[in-house]
């Protein structure tokens, strides 16, 4: 065995009928570090991070997670998604809870927290997200900011080991994007092993070790922000840049 | 005349009340076991398991696409071939169950796949368990789509009570047969026993209409 | 056990459950279409401003609905006699069986015109049409057309309760079926045999409503009971 990071992909596909949306992934995310993944739609970069968790299989391949291999009989799949928060393009909050009934859900039937003790830690979780004031509101209640800030509140109230955002600022209007961005950095900074499937290259810039660069199911280019952003060494990459950046 | 037409049916209130009681208590019983047992089946009929779900499917059609009369009918007369002794009280209930439980698998299951994909993806990536995800997620925003037609459903239900008469159970509809051929003034008698099952069902017309107009305003979808 | 099921006593009776499938279906027929008749009367009056037609018409609407159909079968059954009109049974059925189903295509009715949007109303006012006109060329065409699904599904109902009227001797199908039960002592024979029937009833007007829908480029069709 080589070393083992907290998430390696060695050598996964994955296809959706004929396509084949992952070809030939390796990558090694150590602990705490902060790998941003770009790449235009349908590259295959939302797809990468959702099989993570299991919310997507792999064909072929390994793909370890905290020194647990996916697909192994002997690896529980539920006990493992409790070590990873999942933060989704589309919030996915429960509309029939409350923000605090949100992030106090999974602890107190998941992890068999006491009620009181969850829910004296969600309040917490959603003032350090900002919203101390909105405990008791329900997501329709809530602006696509707040609502995404409740979202990683309750996936940090499982204090997972790992952290996967899904395009978390792409469904926001523009003004509620850096309120998520700002809560973001502050997880990266307290040393959360993170993969942020995203385009807000000044995110990348300020917290990313890596920037992984994805077309047609395929890792075309990895690096520092600086190198990547800077120096980008192939056509698709230049060519992704200069649309995303002249936005 | 009339006058002693109605005296003769004040002499048979207490079989009417015998009758209401049957048809309340018949609808009670195959209503509390229908719904469970729609709500398992509604489970099951949109769990992972294809075989299971086309297998209810395919019960439910069956169902679905014979008269109740007839379905009473099978049970009564053919149970007991096979074997099965039943009485008519019995074979109404078992009848009834299956009826309730077949429509309400199908609301339950429409339910369920109305919630979206997005809220069982968080309650997995949070690692909930099949059990507390139907539970605590998928469940309670299915109801929004379930309460208005499961209490249409009991409407039904109630007035579908009124058939197991067919095979001699002495009920609200049974008891205006009765009475009909000593007080022959089928009028009067059959609009007192429409207004018996008026006075049960009526509220829950009511109350389903209600709920469709609450829900539909109700806590909104996230929006995007 | 079923060890003594006789299907050659079903061959036999062949020709009776054939006439039964056939009343089956021409008296559903005719009871559709006077449901159908029945539905528009009462949705025209159900959508009037002023109370004089609105208010009996949702009063029929709510006491068919809240009342089971064999109450009201017998009702007309063991009532109309005595208000001087002696009708042949199968009259009977189908009068009952167009005047429930007609208060249940009312609502139909009902909720296709007021599923189109107002912006469709408003157009139709901004262009300057009038009332009928709005009606006629504007709503009723999108209401038509969400409706058929849905009175398909009233059609699979009135087909299954059309059984009832074998309680007031009504040669139908599932008469057909009661007498091999009592005439021979084979009810499986006789029951199974008309469901078999019911069934394939219900199948066809099933593909139907599917076809429709698609026809009319809508969602599948759900057949609301």
Partial sequence: ?247 | MIWQQVQSLAGSYPLALRGLGMTVVLSLISLVLGTLLGFGLGILRTGGNRLISAAIGAWVDLIRGTPFLVQIFLIFFILPELGIELDAFTAGIIALTNLAACFICEIVAAGIRSVPTGQVEAALASGLSRSQRMRQVVLPQAMRIVLPPLVGQYVLLIKDSSVVSAIGLTDLTRVGWLVVQRVPNGLLVFFLVGLGYFIVCYPLIMLARRLEQRMGAAHGEVQL | MLENFSFRTIVEYLPLFGQGLVTTVWLSLISFAGALAVGIVLSAMNLQRGWLFRVPAKAYIDAVRATPLLAQLYFLYFGLPRLGFVLPELVVGILALSLNSGAYVAEIIRAGILSIPRGQVEAGVASGMTYVQRMRLVILPQAFKVTIPPLLGQAIVLVKDSALLSLISVAELTRAGQLLASDRFMPAEGFITIAAFYLLLYYCLKGLAALSGRWLGLQPARSST
């Fill in chain 1, 1 to 247: 065995m080589t070393k083992t990071g907290m998430i390696d992909f060695r050598g996964v596909n994955k296809w959706f009928g004929a396509l084949n949306v992952l070809r030939d992934i390796t990558l090694s995310v150590e602990p705490r570090e902060v790998v941003v993944v770009c790449g235009p739609s349908g590259s295959g970069k939302s797809t990468l991070i959702r099989c993570i968790n299991g919310l997507e299989t792999i064909r072929d391949g390994d793909l370890v997670v905290d020194g647990q291999r996916l697909g192994d009989p002997a690896t529980n799949m539920t006990r493992l998604r409790t070590e990873i928060g999942f933060v989704f393009q589309s919030f996915n909050l429960y509309p029939h809870k409350t923000a605090l009934e949100n992030v106090t859900l999974a602890p107190i039937h998941v992890r068999k927290i006491p009620r009181a003790e969850a829910e004296q830690a969600g309040r917490e979780l959603l003032a350090k997200v900002g919203l101390a004031d909105k405990v008791d509101a329900y997501p329709a209640q809530l602006s696509g900011g707040q609502q995404q800030r409740v979202a990683i509140a309750r996936c940090l109230g499982m204090r997972p080991k790992i952290m996967l955002f899904d395009e978390p600022t792409s469904a926001l209007d523009p003004e509620m994007i850096s309120e998520v961005l700002d809560v973001m950095v502050a997880v990266a900074e307290e040393g959360m092993t993170m993969m942020v499937v995203t385009h807000e290259m000044g995110f990348a810039r300020k917290v990313a070790q890596r920037v992984v660069f994805m077309d047609a199911g395929a890792i075309v280019e990895s690096g520092t922000p600086d190198e990547f952003f800077s120096h980008p060494k192939t056509d698709r990459s230049r060519a992704f840049l200069s649309k995303i950046l002249r936005h």
